[in-house]
């Protein structure tokens, strides 16, 4: 074997420099990095997806009240931390809005403040007057929810970020939303 074969040879059985290392390792951070943030972004996307279809449910079944006639009620539910709205008309299910699963919905009344977070196989139920468009009704475990201020505040919360109101207006029906 010649010299040159040598050395040829011991330059490709070397390690790596410490300049090839360290962008290796700048590279492998900057993935990294990118990685957790998508993730973020997603759960963050969540939440919003969630507070838009909530949003375009409770707008259905308060337009569906005014219009056609029949017995509508929009049903917000928590099945094992799957949240959905159901979508009822005279009893039965009509239509039903995935929600997702890495959310928390919690709501309140404007005037009383206090939070009240849909939990595991709980419900609410809202309905809205044929004549008004307005709200007429909120059932919550079973029990009719007292309407004392002006509104109905939902938060759309995802665990790592992200959290997206939802306003219902209790005079006019209307359904409102907030980043």
């Known amino acids: 074997m010649s010299r040159n074969q040598s ?19 700048a590279i492998l ?15 963050s996307g969540d939440s919003k997806k ?3 279809a909530l949003r375009n449910a409770l707008s259905e079944v308060r337009t569906s009240t005014l219009s056609i006639e029949s017995s509508w009620e929009a049903v917000i539910r928590n099945n094992d931390g799957e949240f959905e709205v159901a979508i009822l008309k005279d009893g039965s299910e009509n ?3 995935e929600l997702g699963k890495r959310i928390d919905i919690t709501f309140f009344d404007s005037k009383t ?3 009240n977070t849909l939990n595991n196989g709980e419900e609410l139920v809202v309905s809205f007057n044929k004549s008004s468009g307005s709200v007429n009704k909120l059932l919550y475990k ?7 201020g002006s509104s109905l505040t939902f938060l759309v919360n995802s665990s790592s970020k992200g959290e997206y109101e939802v306003v219902l207006w209790y005079a006019t029906g209307k359904v409102t939303g907030k980043e």
């Open 7 to 25: 050395k040829r040879i011991e330059k490709l059985n070397s390690g790596m420099t410490l300049v090839e290392l360290l962008v290796a390792l």
């Open 29 to 43: 951070a900057i993935m990294t990095t990118l990685a957790v943030f998508g993730i973020g972004m997603l759960s």
């Open 50 to 52: 969630a507070s838009g």
């Open 95 to 97: 239509d039903v809005y």
């Open 113 to 115: 403040g206090a939070e």
């Open 142 to 148: 079973g029990s009719e929810f007292a309407m004392e």
